[in-house]
């Protein structure tokens, strides 16, 4: 099975801050990696996938990199409306996993 | 406008059955995977399965084979997951989701489930 983690587990920053968080798998997946935001009392919300693919009509201070285990999404200018906890998710041949998730607040 | 809207809040009894469901409009039901997410009160996302509805075919998690059930009637462009016997671990908000290729790219609200003796 693969296994996925990111970092840190939770982050707090400026508004303004550019926010880099990281996803590992154990083992190569290729570019087959989203990241969703979730809101609380929200549905959980695609901003990413294929690694950096964003999703139509999602603000371009979000965006994604990597390949293969090592993934980066970045918040380039932290606003205070992205308070939530982001996780990143593989998918292959139907099957789906998601990385623990990182908290990120507002200092 | 694609929306999938689900079924209201449930709170049952240990060994109770349950079933919630999620609608899907705004698209062609049959041909998007659904899929089924966790999220147990203060943890992580968790995903539990996927159906076609158009063929019903269904694949689930290890970690939830045997202990819900996935189905879905087409005609009414609905998913279901069930339970024949909850337990208070049980308790969290389900969250049905859309699939497309290997994202989920539209969600429903969330259905809460309550189990307490």
């Known amino acids: 099975d693969i296994r996925m983690t990111q970092s840190p587990s939770s982050l707090s920053a400026s508004v303004g801050d550019r926010v880099t968080i990281t996803c590992q798998a154990s083992q190569d997946i290729r570019d087959y990696l989203s990241w969703y935001q979730h809101k609380p009392g929200q549905a959980p919300k695609l901003l990413i996938y294929?690694?950096?693919n964003s999703e139509t009509g999602v603000p371009s201070r979000f965006s994604g990199s990597g390949s293969g285990t090592d993934f980066t999404f970045t918040i380039s200018n932290l606003q205070p409306e992205d308070i939530g906890t982001y996780y990143c998710q593989h998918y292959d041949n139907l099957v789906f996993t998601f990385g623990p998730g990182t908290k990120v607040e507002i200092k | 406008e694609v929306q999938l809207v689900q079924s209201g809040a449930e709170v049952k009894k240990p060994g109770e059955s349950l079933k919630i469901s999620c609608k899907g409009s705004?698209?062609?039901?049959?041909?998007?995977?659904i899929g089924w997410v966790r999220q147990m009160p203060g943890k992580g996302l968790e995903w539990l399965g996927i159906?076609?509805?158009?063929?019903?075919?269904?694949r689930y998690s290890p970690l939830f084979q045997g202990q819900v059930t996935i189905s879905a009637d087409k005609s009414i462009n609905t998913a279901f997951l069930q339970w024949s016997s909850l337990r208070d671990s049980d308790t969290a908000l389900y969250y049905c989701?859309?699939?497309?290729?290997?994202?989920?790219?539209?969600w429903g609200q969330g259905t809460q489930v309550t189990v307490s003796s």
């Open positions: 705004g698209y062609t039901f049959d041909n998007y995977w």
């Open positions: 294929d690694a950096s």
């Open positions: 159906i076609f509805p158009a063929d019903s075919e269904t």
């Open positions: 989701a859309r699939i497309w290729i290997g994202w989920f790219d539209s």
